[in-house]
């Protein structure tokens, strides 16, 4: 079992910037991958960003550029550093763990909302 915790979230002006953190517990040893997922009322949960236990990278399109993942893997937290927000960012951010070492489970956090005003 793995417990995530999300922080970082709110309100933020277009061309501002967040930092989500994303801290894991539990048996972590099991992670081979984190991710932060966003999902917009209406709209499918989508992959914003990845990063692997060898600290592989991954970026959604739309994101390139402006988010960076990071990780750390004393503190098992990953961070997502967001800037030049835009309104079409405004979503609930999840935090995501794949046990992969362990099993083939997903673990959830329980979501961070970020809205971006125009």
């Known amino acids: 079992q793995v417990q995530l915790v999300e922080s970082g979230g709110g309100l933020v002006q277009a061309g501002g910037s967040l930092r989500l953190s994303c801290a894991a517990s539990g048996d972590t040893h099991c992670i081979s991958a984190m991710g932060w997922y966003r999902q917009a009322p209406g709209k499918e949960r989508k992959l914003v960003a990845g990063?692997?236990?060898?600290?592989?990278?991954y970026y959604e399109e739309s994101v390139k550029g402006r988010f960076t993942i990071s990780r750390d893997k004393a503190l098992n937290t990953v961070y997502l550093q967001m800037n030049s927000l835009k309104p079409e960012d405004t979503a609930v951010y999840l935090c995501?763990?794949?046990?992969?070492?362990?099993?083939?489970?997903?673990?959830w956090g329980q979501g961070t909302q970020v809205t971006v005003s125009s």
């Open positions: 995501n763990a794949v046990v992969q070492y362990c099993s083939s489970d997903h673990y």
């Open positions: 990063i692997t236990d060898g600290d592989s990278t």
